[in-house]
T-cell receptor, first 112, second 110 residues
């Protein structure tokens, strides 16, 4: 079956512009996670959805970051007024149980 | 704050050698997972350990969960170039939040 997909795979934008990153989870997975991975680093938790609700938004680094999920399926992560420090790979994962996450390939965001 | 510390941060060894990498915390975790991430891809789950003292084997990889469920180790026997990658441990902590370590970047030289 299809795994987790993310689009775009690469995004280059100018400082100050808004970007939207998309995640299509595995069908039927109720939980969806967003992480940020800076070059050479581990994963930084951003936000978690159970269904369409986000019970834990504690990882969002600033109010420029927001995310939504609809139909217990697709999720979008929006970054407004991008800054150079937002450059990273943004990874999405979905799961049926919390300790078995399936990751997408990520979106590499470069802010010039 | 629950943290997972991984060591070493980097490891470069010759093909055929054995190695062990560690994942340590001062906190108790209800489970620990090990993932491997290759360049340009997302992490892939290798194993989940749940019971203190548990040992799981996946071909040449042996995973152990500490008795107190605060630490874990990954031992690779006869490392191969295909084992190269970033090895991440993750734990299910309080409030069902998954916490990731910063990873061990492993490079196997042919």
């Amino acid at each position: 079956g299809a795994g987790v997909s993310q689009s775009p795979s690469n995004k280059v934008t100018e400082k100050g512009k808004d970007v939207e990153l998309r995640c299509d989870p595995i069908s039927g997975h109720t939980a969806l996670y967003w992480y940020r991975q800076r070059l050479g680093q581990g994963l930084e938790f951003l936000i978690y959805f159970q269904g369409n609700s986000a019970p834990d938004k504690s990882g969002l680094p600033s109010d420029r970051f927001s995310a939504e999920r609809t139909g217990e399926s697709v999720s979008t992560l929006t970054i407004q007024r991008t800054q150079q420090e937002d450059s990273a790979v943004y990874l999405c994962a979905s799961s049926l149980v919390v300790d078995e996450q399936f990751f997408g390939p990520g979106t590499r965001l470069t802010v010039l | 704050t629950q943290l997972l510390e991984q060591s070493p941060q980097f490891l470069s060894i010759q093909e055929g050698e054995n190695l062990t990498v560690y994942c340590n915390s001062s906190s108790v975790f209800s489970s620990l997972q090990w993932y491997r991430q290759e360049p340009g891809e997302g992490p892939v789950l290798l194993v989940t350990v749940v019971t203190g003292g548990e040992v799981k084997k996946l071909k040449r990889l042996t995973f152990q969960f500490g008795d107190a469920r605060k630490d874990s180790s990954l031992h690779i026997t006869a490392a191969q170039p295909g084992d190269t990658g970033l090895y991440l441990c993750a734990g299910e902590g309080r409030d069902d939040k998954i916490i990731f370590g910063k990873g061990t970047r492993l490079h196997i030289l042919p």
